[in-house]
Structure formats: structure tokens, C-alpha cells
């Protein structure tokens, strides 16, 4: 099954919040960027999530954007550019 690039960041993110039993509103706090950013990322309001975004978030979770992106859900034949 094929995602969409913001569909894989939404995923992604998920499974980061999962994984480190943390919520959206401290990864918000934690990164920089606006609840409301976040909330429209998840929305998939957002036409093309901006890198500068991801490296924010990212660095929400104490990750390089290499760790972040390090996941099968960004394997270009996973997703629909």
C-alpha cells in the first residue's frame, strides 16, 4: 500500500508519540512549532509538509532527521510523490 508523503509523516509520528508515551501537545512543546501545526499535519491539511516542519519535529522527539526518516513508512516505494 502506497501513502501519501504527509500520510507517512502522520504514521510516523504516531509511532514515535507511541513509542515514547508522550502526547502531541508536549511534542508541540518540545519542538517549537504550534499545536495547530501539528493538529493540521495530523488533519493532513497541509499540502506538503515543509522540511523545516520535520526537522522541528524531529528534534521534538531528540532525533536527527536522519532517525526520524529512518523508517520503512518513507521508502520511495511506499509512497505516492
Known sequence: MRNSLNHALVLRIEQLLEERGTTRYRLAMNSGITHSTLNNIFREAIADSMLSTVILIAGG?????????????????????
Open 61 to 81: 522527539f531528540d532525533m536527527t532527521v536522519s532517525e526520524f526518516l529512518n523508517s520503512p513508512l518513507f521508502g520511495e516505494d511506499d509512497l505516492e510523490l
